[in-house]
């Protein structure tokens, strides 16, 4: 291999990288998503679907019951009288 071929090489990665930071800074695909991360269920139809808010109060409500079943479902401990 010739030594202007790793020439031609990194100037094409290092021009391509410049074009494509221009080109994701034009079409907005550097902006943050809101919400983040993007909740899709393409399941269902999207007046089915549920928004970030709604999502977070069922995660939360899942959350809290199952460590409730945890709490209840613990052993207790005994005493070993010898």
Not at 2 to 15: F, H, K, T
Not at 17 to 32: K, R, Y
């Amino acid at each position: 291999m010739r030594g202007s071929g790793g020439a031609a090489l990194a100037g094409n990665i290092l021009v391509g990288g410049i074009v494509g930071i221009g080109v994701d800074a034009a079409t907005g695909s550097t902006l943050d998503h809101v919400p983040n991360p993007v909740i899709a269920d393409f399941g269902r139809p999207q007046s089915e679907q549920l928004t970030a808010d709604e999502f977070v109060r069922q995660e939360r409500e899942n959350y809290n019951s199952k460590a409730e079943s945890e709490e209840t479902n613990k052993a207790e401990p005994v005493a070993i009288e010898g």
